[in-house]
């Protein structure tokens, strides 16, 4: 299959999608940026600042005024191209949080856009208006604590928070694993017939995968707590055990995975923390 790089695809009446050409082990074929709304637009998740894929942006707007450019989180693959897509356009930046990065310690790493600056961030439930339409902010911290989806019509656009292709990575100490399961219930009580990921397929059962995620976050937590109370196990000793055969590009986010889960069960008190290891409490 020939991903469709740099191609505007029209979903849905008033829903458009975009690939940018950034593929790696955590963006699946790429990012892909939405265009919601006919005569003008809001641009979702922006993408990262490449030129290609900006102008592939430029020609899919087509001219069309741009009544915002919206970032589900500031992981890089998301919102640098927000900046330079305003100048362009004259919109507004409108959506999550940027980060306090130093405000607890170093709390993000080279993966988080730093100089993201929103002119408007919304609050959960705050909506803003596109070509007659509502597209309103859910908030679902846990990827990132900033992490908000958008709800247009019955179509949720989910950034990272759920994906289509891989599960969401958690990793600390900006990534919450106790705050990913309190936003994936969330989605559980909505309604939303289908859910648009920046990257993977379009989710057309959301109910039914989200309780699959869910599911698979409690298996996930099960094994973990057996692991170390066999025996006391570092985080690498862990990710050896509970992930078998795993890609080596993705030991160190499984790893962070791990500790997320560990730190929610020790919130718990079902865990203890001995120098580098862990054991059950
Ligand atoms: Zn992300």
Not at 82 to 90: H, K, N
Not at 215 to 224: N, V
Not at 225 to 252: C, E, H, Q
């Amino acid at each position: 299959m020939d991903p469709p790089y740099a191609k505007l695809e029209q979903l849905d009446s008033g829903i458009g999608r975009l690939l940018a050409h950034n593929p790696s082990a955590f963006t699946y074929f790429g990012t892909q940026t939405y265009l919601l709304g006919r005569e003008e637009v809001a641009v979702v998740d922006p993408g990262p600042d490449l030129p290609e894929p900006l102008d592939a942006l430029g020609d899919a707007i087509a001219g069309r005024k741009v009544v915002a450019i919206m970032c589900t989180h500031t992981h890089r693959d998301h919102s640098p191209a927000a900046r330079p897509l305003s100048e362009r356009t004259g919109a507004p930046i409108v959506g999550c949080a940027p980060l306090a990065l130093e405000s607890v310690g170093p709390r993000a790493d080279a993966s988080f856009d730093g100089d993201y600056a929103p002119d408007r961030v919304l609050a959960d439930g705050e909506p803003i208006e596109v070509d007659g339409t509502s597209v309103t902010a859910v908030a679902t911290p846990g990827h990132t604590s900033n992490h908000l989806c958008f709800a247009y019509r019955d179509a949720l656009f989910t950034g990272d928070h759920v994906m289509g292709w891989s599960t969401t990575v958690v990793f600390p100490p900006d990534g919450d694993m106790a705050a990913y399961m309190a936003s994936l219930d969330k989605l559980r009580q909505r309604d939303d017939q289908i859910y648009y990921p920046a990257h993977g397929p379009a989710v057309t059962n959301p109910q039914q995968y989200v309780r699959h995620l869910a599911g698979h976050r409690m298996q996930r937590e099960k094994q973990i707590l057996s692991i170390v109370r066999d025996a006391p196990r570092t985080v690498p000793d862990i990710v050896a055990r509970a992930y078998p055969g795993l890609d080596p590009r993705l030991v160190v986010a499984a790893g962070g995975s791990v500790l997320a889960h560990l730190l929610d069960l020790e919130r718990r008190g079902l865990v203890e923390r001995l120098g580098d290891e862990w054991t059950a409490a």
